[in-house]
Structures are given as structure tokens and as C-alpha cells.
């Protein structure tokens, strides 16, 4: 069994799935977008334990031990995450295939620079890669996000 | 699916982990992964056996040891960035862990997965090089450490031996000025070349099949750095004269 989204769901058919095709194929979780599938885009990241990960670079199995969070389990049923708002009021995305990634990422970087200077807001993005908005409204983002979570 | 046919085991201990290395033909050690599941996902690796350490709860620390810093083989990179005592012992350690990937990637990769992975152009391997520190390397057959010296033998080749796992690595401290200075097409990408100073030590990497030692007055003194698509022979060399210039100015 896997926990995903606080509910157990049952764990992969194959140990060769990657934890971004099990969420999106076995759990029909599609929100977790997958690019590049070698860990350079970042938009298939996930919370594990409440830190991003890339899920195409962990095997689904691995995940037992653990509790995975998507971006549907970002915020309950019609409700956005205040980074979600952030994103959405800063027009931090357009065609929103790195979106996901991007707030996952993000949620990390505010657990742990929860007011996170303009150089910890570009490390924290560094990872994910947006090819339509350019970076200057995701920045922002960050920041509205620091201050709706602050 | 992206991986190749393997097996999957999940020991949680390390004797476990030891036998199965012993007996398995073709096993290739899991940590972080950040690493190896790319190349799975290429079909670069295609090993029989997959022994997943990550569940392997004896090998998640991070101890002052010998006046140094061990670190198991379960240690986030992350977590070593953070941890106070690595910052008070050896600084070079936690700065150079800043400029490894990025934070998503540290989150999960291990400090001894990348020595083991053995990539020339590495931070890491490097960092143990410079500062003069070792791995422990143990076996059904016994333990032995490993000085970074003797450890780095070619392009992603270690003195690892197939049945051997890497369970920590031993930084000693590093109170003199330290660097990591580094060039790269993008922020997180692999150097095109880099330097790494403690004190008057010097290592180079990404110039070599393995990390180097270097005299910090005559840097590029028998290199001969491979060219690929981002930069030629000359220009590596170039960027060592430069990059040494500056940990040295500091």
C-alpha cells in the first residue's frame, strides 16, 4: 500500500513503474505532468514527506515507506492553496504544463524559507523549467505566496 | 515502462544488503537515485538486481567522527547542507552541497551515492579529494576505508568492488579558506570545469577522467581535458587558470 493524498491507495502492479506513471496511470492522478522523465524539467514533482521530489526519478515502489502528496492533494475539493491563488493572481503560468511542478517546488521552498530572500526564491525555482511565461511572474508568485502563507 | 527488467530488493539492514550483494549476480546498489534511475530510464544500466538501500534505517547519520564528519550512505544531500555540525567542521562540505543540482534533486540524492556514482565533473568527488577524506567500503568479506585518493579510477569508475557497499564517507575538517568555484552553461547543470580549494590543497574536476589534485601556482600542468559540443580542450583549460585564480584571491 501506498499513501497518497491521505488515503491508502494499493501499491504498483510492477516494481519497474516510476512513481510519476504509477500516480498518473494506476491512480489516474494526472495533475503530476511528466516532461523530460530524467529529472531536468521538474514537472513531475511531488511532496515526499512534505519535501519535492522528482517522481520520475524514484520507483513507485519506493514510495511505501512514505507519504506522497500531488498537487490534487494540495488543497481540498474547489479550494485553491494559497500558492495556487499566488500563481493565479500573478499570472504565473499559461499553458500550465509546468504549473503543478512549479507549486510543488515551491511548497518546499516556503516550508523551509518560509520569507525566502530573491536568491533563495531563484534557488528554490532553479529546478523547474517554464517555457511560455518566462520566470519574472513565477518570482512574484513566490513572493505573494510568502505573503499569503506568512 | 521507462527502466529495464531488474529484480527488486529492499534489505533493512546492512547485512542484509551485504548478502545480497555477495550472491547476486549483476546488483547494482539504489540510493538516491538522482543518478542511476536516469540511466535506468535510458536504458544506460541495465543491471539483473536492484538492492534499494533507502529502507536501511543504520545508514541515515551524520556524526562528528575523528575530527571530521562521517556520513552514512542514507544521508539526504540536503540534510548534510543543513546539519550544523557539518557547517562548523567542515564548511567546505555544506558550501559545495549549495551547488550540487538543485534543491529538489538534494532533497533525495545521497552525499555517498554521488561518490560512488564517480562522475568526473561531480562536486563531490572532488570536495573529498581536495579535503583529503575517505570512504568505508564493507563486504561479507570484511571492511576496508578507502582514501579519495586511491578511490576515483576512471570516468563513473571507483575502487568499489561488486560486492561492496560504500556505507559512509569521512570528510575531515576543512578550517582553512575554503572554495568551490565552478563553471556551467546553466545554474545546476554539470561543470564544464571547476575548482575546489582547502586550504593549499587543490582538486580539479570535470577536466580529467577522474577529479584531480592540482599545484595551486602551476594548475593545468599535464591535463589534457577532452572537448565535447559545450566547450573545447582550450577552453577547459583556460577556465582552470581562472577559476583556481579565483578560490585563491579569497
Known amino acids: 500500500m501506498i499513501r497518497v493524498n491521505g488515503v491508502e491507495r494499493p501499491g504498483p502492479t510492477s516494481v519497474r513503474l516510476l512513481l510519476s506513471d504509477y500516480v498518473r496511470h494506476e491512480l489516474g492522478l494526472t495533475g503530476t505532468h511528466v516532461g523530460c522523465e530524467h529529472g531536468v524539467c521538474g514537472c513531475c514533482t511531488v511532496l515526499l514527506d512534505g519535501r519535492p521530489v522528482r517522481s520520475c526519478l524514484m520507483l513507485a515502489v519506493q514510495a511505501g515507506r512514505h507519504e506522497v502528496t500531488t498537487i490534487e492533494g494540495l488543497a481540498g475539493e474547489g479550494e485553491l492553496h494559497p500558492i495556487q491563488r499566488a500563481f493565479h493572481e500573478c499570472h504565473a503560468l499559461q499553458c500550465g504544463f509546468c504549473t503543478p511542478g512549479f507549486v510543488l517546488a515551491v511548497a518546499g521552498l516556503l516550508a523551509k524559507h518560509p520569507h525566502p530572500s530573491e536568491t533563495e526564491i531563484d534557488e528554490g525555482i532553479s529546478g523547474n523549467l517554464c517555457r511560455c511565461t518566462g520566470y519574472a511572474s513565477i518570482r512574484r508568485a513566490v513572493q505573494r505566496a510568502a505573503e499569503l502563507t506568512g | ?250
Open chain 2, 1 to 250: 515502462m521507462k527502466p529495464p527488467p531488474f529484480e527488486y530488493h529492499a534489505p533493512s539492514t546492512v547485512a542484509e544488503a551485504l548478502d545480497l550483494l555477495a550472491t547476486l549476480e549483476d546488483a547494482k546498489v539504489l540510493a538516491g537515485g538522482q543518478s542511476l534511475i536516469p540511466l535506468l530510464n535510458f536504458r544506460l544500466a541495465s543491471p539483473a538486481h536492484l538492492v534499494d538501500i533507502n529502507g536501511i534505517a543504520e545508514l541515515d547519520y551524520i556524526q562528528e567522527r575523528d575530527g571530521g564528519v562521517a556520513i552514512g550512505a542514507g544521508a539526504r544531500q540536503s540534510d548534510v547542507e543543513e546539519d550544523k555540525t557539518v557547517r562548523r567542521i567542515c564548511p567546505l562540505l555544506a558550501q559545495a552541497l549549495g551547488q550540487v543540482a538543485h534543491p529538489v534533486i538534494r532533497n533525495r540524492g545521497t552525499v555517498c551515492g554521488s561518490l560512488a556514482h564517480a562522475d568526473p565533473a561531480a562536486e563531490l568527488p572532488a570536495v573529498l579529494l581536495a579535503a583529503g577524506g575517505e570512504v568505508v567500503a564493507r563486504s561479507v568479506r570484511g571492511e576496508r576505508r578507502i582514501a579519495a585518493e586511491d578511490f576515483f579510477k576512471g570516468v563513473f569508475d571507483s575502487a568499489l568492488r561488486p560486492d561492496e557497499l560504500l556505507v559512509e564517507a569521512w570528510f575531515p575538517a576543512t578550517p582553512g579558506p575554503v572554495a568551490l568555484v565552478e563553471e556551467s552553461r546553466r545554474h545546476g547543470d554539470f561543470a564544464l570545469a571547476g575548482a575546489v580549494r582547502s586550504g593549499d590543497r587543490l582538486a580539479l574536476f570535470g577536466v580529467a577522467p577522474t577529479p584531480v589534485l592540482a599545484d595551486p601556482a602551476d594548475p593545468t600542468r599535464g591535463l589534457t581535458p577532452s572537448g565535447d559540443l559545450e566547450a573545447t580542450p582550450a577552453f577547459r583549460l583556460h577556465l582552470v587558470e581562472v577559476l583556481v585564480r579565483k578560490a585563491f584571491a579569497s
